[in-house]
């Protein structure tokens, strides 16, 4: 597998090309209603990413907030480039040792699906030929760009999407890497490294959403696919090595096909409706009664390979019904999982008749309100049909919450950019880039070091730390009277801990975490005890005291551990004569649970074994 990457992080410095308020809202003010048509790039050819959001011919609704202006509107020109966007791009430049252009030049990117109101994202590449050293292994950098962040959707129907202006315009610096990374874990190591490095200059966006990663992903004898817009970096990892699964399975596959002599599909299908007529359950024969298209195309040579095929989970099947989905339909139905849907026996039979199938070929339908909108959800269909005895195509894919992608739109290619004539270039001055260069902030094994070294912490957990972003907050809770090895463990540990079961991250406020931190050295709760209430105030329970409640700890701590120690261990007196010193575990867990997390686990240990203790002392007599 060869792998790289795009980071992309939200700056704290106001937007790029205006002065408004980097500020997400929920204040609606106003809605604008836009269509984007896809126009060439500097050597006037259509990009085909531009070109297939086009033909989507979506409609396009903007709501404006209090932060937006006539910029983010498309109604008035960019003002000049953000200075302080482009220090901290230039800052990163050189922690990432490229080489910084003499003159910034900003370009049009084309993209027409909506999430800008201009049909373009602005953007400006600021150096080059950087590198960075992650455990030994050397990940080039060919690129660090500035551009401006997109329009955060709000809302989708059929033929519409809805947008919200406040993101639009914030700074985003967007970090390139090579195709040097060999494993889906070591995409994440970089991704980390390259986010603590953006941390350092205390100038990036913090929380959900702030910071995504596009993963790019090829296996020998496959093509590039653009995982686009990861925003959990614990998915990472599963992320890349699913699309390398998925791209093996696709190569068997296209041998399969081959040798069985299969075709590319031919001709644009046939409305199949009229053998649907009369009665029968299911969508299809609704929708033939309502008059709607059932277009169905012959796949030669495909039956029984468009089923899951091995334990992979991988199909064809739904690699083209995500085909179907993003020309703007639900999805389609093939004949490897028929009979179903109501097509079954002679109904079957007869559809198979009216598409001139033979013993070995597959079949898929699909239907739509108007012919064009199934015509065209069908035409990619046939084409990624076609594809399927090349290989992977090369493709942009979404992420989904499981690890697994589906497939968005085509690669774009050159074709998509062109100069921006409004925004005028920017010498990079040499001598505010010496300034700059002076005082660079301090490299992330700098920081893991002193983390190490003055709070007398394990290096790995002082990397751990980075990773979260949690260096300054740490250091800010054992500043204020926290033990270091408590607050690292809070972090290290029971964060994550609670964080397992969640759906979505969730980010927790400091504040919060002090208040934990306060209970267990007010004795309200042990240390036990702080992964269960963290995970309560993650659930979204409004105070401390709440979560301490509904994680079963607020019954106040145990004052008489020894009482409690003897009562288990009388309880289980045949236990103890049988088991002897080996009852220890059982019992430990026993009286684990009844204390619940409010006392500290070596004194529940203590006092058991005092309690088992005097139970084999002999009887004085």
Not at 210 to 236: C, F, H, P, Y
Not at 284 to 293: D, K, M, S, T, W
Not at 417 to 444: C, F, N
Request: overall charge negative; hydrophobic content about 40%; some cysteine.
């Amino acid at each position: 597998m060869k792998s790289g990457l795009e980071v992309h992080q939200q700056l704290a410095t106001g937007k790029l090309f205006c002065n408004c308020p980097a500020e997400l809202s929920e204040e609606v003010r106003g809605r604008v209603l836009r269509r984007l048509r896809a126009t060439g790039g500097e050597n006037h050819a259509i990009d085909p990413a531009a070109a297939f959001q086009a033909s989507r011919d979506l409609r396009f609704v903007y709501e404006v907030v209090p932060s937006s202006c006539l910029v983010e509107l498309d109604e008035e020109p960019p003002h000049g480039l953000s200075k302080a966007a482009l220090d901290v791009a230039l800052v990163m430049a050189q922690l990432l040792h490229a080489r910084v252009l003499d003159e910034i030049e900003v370009m049009r990117k084309i993209v027409v699906d909506g999430s800008n109101t201009a049909g373009f994202q602005r953007t400006a590449l600021v150096a080059v030929d950087g590198h960075l050293e992650v455990r030994g292994h050397t990940i080039s950098i060919p690129t660090v760009c500035l551009e401006e962040d997109a329009a955060r959707k709000t809302g989708e129907t059929a033929g519409e999407v809805t947008y919200r202006l406040d993101r639009l315009g914030i700074p985003l610096i967007e970090i390139a890497t090579g195709p040097e990374i060999t494993s889906g874990a070591e995409a994440r190591e970089v991704a980390e490294e390259i986010g603590m490095l953006l941390r350092t200059t205390g100038r990036v966006r913090r929380g959900i959403g702030t910071i995504r990663e596009d993963v790019n992903v090829s296996t020998e004898g496959g093509a590039r696919v653009e995982i686009k817009g990861v925003q959990e970096l614990r998915l990472l990892e599963r992320y890349a090595e699913l699309e390398e699964r998925r791209q093996r399975f696709l190569l068997d596959l296209r041998e399969k096909l081959r040798s069985r002599g299969a075709r590319p599909p031919s001709g644009p299908g046939q409305d199949v409706a009229p053998a649907l007529t009369g009665p029968g359950k299911g969508f299809l024969f609704e929708a033939a009664r309502r008059g709607h298209p059932v277009l169905g195309l012959v796949l030669p040579g495909f039956r029984g390979l468009l089923r899951e095929l091995d334990a992979s989970g991988e199909r064809l099947g739904r690699e083209l019904a995500d085909y179907a989905r993003a020309a703007g339909l639900r999805g389609l139905v093939h004949s490897d999982e028929l009979p179903g849907y109501g097509l079954e026996g002679d109904r079957l039979q007869a559809l198979e008749q009216a598409l001139g199938t033979g013993p070995e070929d597959a079949f898929v339908l699909v239907t739509a309100p108007e012919v064009a909108t199934a015509a065209r959800a069908l035409a990619g269909v046939s084409a990624r049909a076609a594809a399927a005895l090349v290989g992977v195509p090369g493709e942009t894919r979404e992420p989904l919450p499981d690890g697994r992608t589906r497939y968005t739109r085509p690669l774009p290619g050159r074709d998509r950019m062109y100069p921006e004539t409004d925004v005028p270039p920017v010498r990079v001055d040499p001598g505010h880039l010496r300034e700059l260069s002076a005082s660079l902030p301090p490299r992330p094994e700098v920081v893991r070091e002193r983390l190490a070294d003055r709070y007398h912490l394990n290096p790995e957990v002082a990397r751990q730390l980075q990773r979260r972003g949690a260096v300054e907050t740490f250091e800010s809770l054992v500043g204020r009277g926290h033990a270091a090895a408590l607050v690292a463990r809070v972090y290290t540990q029971d964060l994550p801990t609670a964080e397992a079961d969640l759906t979505a991250p969730v980010e927790l406020a400091p504040a919060l975490l002090e208040e934990v931190l306060g209970s267990v050295a007010e004795g309200r709760i042990a240390k036990e005890g702080i992964a269960s209430v963290l995970r309560e105030l993650l659930l979204g329970a409004p105070t401390t005291v709440a979560a301490i409640e509904r994680a079963g700890l607020g019954g106040g701590p145990v004052s008489d551990l020894d009482t409690l120690a003897e009562r288990v261990v009388a309880a289980n007196e045949a236990l103890v004569r049988e088991r002897g010193d080996e009852a220890f575990s059982p019992l430990m867990g026993d009286l684990m649970r009844e204390v619940r997390g409010r006392r500290d686990g070596q004194e529940v240990a203590k006092a058991l074994r005092k309690a088992l203790a005097s139970r084999r002392a002999p009887s004085g007599g």
